[in-house]
Every structure is written in structure tokens, then in C-alpha cells.
């Protein structure tokens, strides 16, 4: 009895987040499963977390935990918010920009990609898997660029690196899918982004 007194409240950063992106909340626990549903990585879902919790070390955060002397990115100088780090810095726009170029060519579609679909992944109501090799890719991108502003690469965030590095764990991907007798999903699926320079 005491339990159904409790009053549920909706956590700061999903009020926040929908400040800044409206979602309708029973849209939120889907959000949450994107990673898990795109990801074998646990470091890959725990950012994603992070990010959802609004808990990734950007340097508003850091300025507010008396880490950083500055709230402002180093690239930009403005305010280095999630969104900034992850969608919004001048490096940042033009790596996503070369991302839907390549991911053009690869599956031969065009993505808008705007801020929230970089931060928050895409719905998959269809549970479609080339939307799912996209999530990935963004979940993939968001690690690599939260990396190279951390100090990995000298801070650059080269697209080249980044697609070596997609590469790489693609092909685990493909042994993993070879040994279960899978070769045909891995072609099907992932296979395109091998193909493309």
C-alpha cells in the first residue's frame, strides 16, 4: 500500500531533454533500448547512458564539478553543453556532415541527422536493420568523438580514423556472425559499409 502512495517523477535530465528536444513521454523507455538493441558493447550503451543522463564530462559539466576553468568548448568558445559537444562544435558538424555523405554511399539513402537524432539514436518501431546498422553507426561516431575530444587521436577528429576503426570492429562483427552460421545477416546488414572508401 505504501509503495502505490510513492509519487513517480519524471528524472532532471529527461525534463531537460524535453525542454530542449519535445519527445512524448511514452516515447523515452524506447530511447533507452536503442543501444541495446544496435550494440553487443557494454562501453557503447554505457555512453549512450551517460548522454541520456546528461552525465557525459563535456566541459559545462566539468566547469560545474570545479574540474574545468571554463564552461566553453575549445574549439568553438561557447558553452560546451551535451549537445554542443556531441552536434553543435564546428569539428563536429563537419565530421557528421562527411558521415551522411558516406552513408549515402553505402545503403544509397539520404539522412537528415539532426541533434536529436545524433543524441538520442532513431526510433525503430519496424525494427528495420539497416536502421539499426545507423544507430549503431551513430552510437559508434558519438564513442569516437567523445575519444578524440578526451585526448585519443590528438583531439582530431579525422572521419578517415573513424571509419578504420568502424571497419575493425566490423569485421569482428563478421566473424561472430560467421561462426553462428549467420554469413547472409553480416552481408545483408553490414557488408555496405566495407564496400564504400
Not at 553505402?106 to 536502421?131: K, R
Request: charge should be neutral; charged fraction near 25%; include cysteine.
Amino acid at each position: 500500500d505504501f509503495l502505490l502512495t510513492i509519487k513517480i517523477e519524471t528524472p532532471t535530465a529527461l525534463n531537460k531533454w524535453d525542454e530542449e528536444f519535445y519527445y512524448d513521454k511514452t516515447q523515452w523507455a524506447d530511447i533507452y533500448h536503442i543501444p541495446y538493441k544496435c550494440a553487443r558493447e557494454t562501453s557503447l550503451q554505457s555512453l549512450q547512458y551517460q548522454i541520456l543522463n546528461r552525465f557525459l564530462p563535456c566541459h559545462y559539466l566539468l566547469y560545474k564539478w570545479n574540474i574545468k576553468d571554463s564552461p566553453n568548448c575549445m574549439y568553438c568558445m561557447v558553452t560546451d553543453t551535451v549537445t554542443h559537444y556531441l552536434c553543435e562544435c564546428q569539428i563536429v558538424k563537419e565530421f557528421w556532415s562527411l558521415f551522411k555523405n558516406w552513408w549515402h554511399k553505402c545503403y544509397d539513402v539520404n539522412i537528415a541527422l539532426g541533434a536529436a537524432d545524433v543524441i538520442f539514436g532513431i526510433l525503430n518501431p519496424n525494427e528495420d536493420i539497416i536502421l539499426d546498422v545507423l544507430n549503431y553507426c551513430i552510437l559508434f561516431a558519438k564513442q569516437f568523438i567523445h575519444k578524440c575530444k578526451q585526448g585519443e587521436n590528438n583531439n582530431n577528429i579525422n572521419f578517415i580514423a573513424f571509419k578504420y576503426k568502424l571497419k575493425k570492429r566490423i569485421m569482428n562483427e563478421k566473424f561472430i556472425l560467421e561462426n553462428s552460421n549467420k554469413l547472409e545477416l553480416f552481408q545483408m546488414k553490414w557488408e555496405p559499409l566495407l564496400i564504400t572508401d
